[in-house]
């Protein structure tokens, strides 16, 4: 079975932080991606990755930057994090049929 | 821009009811047609999933119908039950960028 592993289930920071969100496969897929999910707004892409030291722009990636140096860990950065990217945030990879596995999630709160 | 609209945004349904989810896509390129399963506090699983080239697709209680002209896919739930209750999520893409996009989700409750 793939595995996606997300480093953390909860946090929480401070307004202006720079926060990193880390997640790692346990297969060789290329494809990873970054995704967040509100209520009512369902999962929304911010980053994906096709390979090691490539990234491309979501449908949002404003406040977020990403990096893959090593194909099985592709990490989501929040420069300086703002009240409105809390969220949860889901981290997924797909195989050649397109299937998508994803970790369980990290719900992100900024106060 | 919503790329995948789906419907209703929650629905309740009698245990033995069937569950129906509706969504309609806009772009003719797309070729694959998931859902998703998401219970609390995990990932969304994959549940069943369409190409085009079929109209219909069925997985146990489970049945996706296609209605390429008009551009709407509909998941099926017969036979409904409390732990079928969860949030769905239809989703499309192009295999070849193989990028999901995904409609808003559909939170279902199966009443006991």
């Known amino acids: 079975d793939v595995k996606v592993t997300q480093s953390s289930r909860y946090l929480v920071k401070r307004t202006g932080e720079k926060v990193f969100l880390e997640c790692v496969q346990d297969m060789d897929h290329e494809n990873m991606f970054w995704y967040r999910q509100d209520p009512g707004l369902g999962l929304r892409l911010i980053y994906f990755?096709?390979?090691?030291?490539?990234?491309e722009k979501g449908d949002i990636p404003e406040g977020y930057s990403v990096s893959r140096e090593k194909k099985e860990r592709f990490s989501l950065i929040l420069e300086s994090a703002s009240t409105n990217q809390t969220s949860m945030y889901l981290c997924a990879i797909t195989t050649d049929n397109t299937e998508a596995f994803f970790g369980q999630g990290t719900r992100l709160t900024v106060v | 821009q919503q790329q995948v609209k789906q419907s209703p945004q929650s629905l309740i349904v009698q245990k033995g009811g069937i569950s129906i989810i509706n969504c309609a896509y806009e772009n003719t390129a797309f070729d694959y047609f998931p859902w998703y399963q998401q219970f609390p506090g995990k990932g969304p699983a994959l549940l069943i999933a369409?190409?085009?080239?079929?109209s219909e697709k069925k997985e146990g209680r489970f049945t996706i119908s296609f209605n390429k002209s008009a551009k709407q896919f509909s998941l099926h739930i017969m036979d409904s039950q409390p732990g079928d209750s969860a949030t769905y999520f239809c989703a499309a893409s192009n295999t070849g960028f193989q990028k999901l996009v995904f409609g808003t989700g559909t939170r279902l409750l199966v009443s006991p």
């Open positions: 990755s096709y390979d090691v030291k490539m990234k």
């Open positions: 369409i190409r085009p080239d079929v």
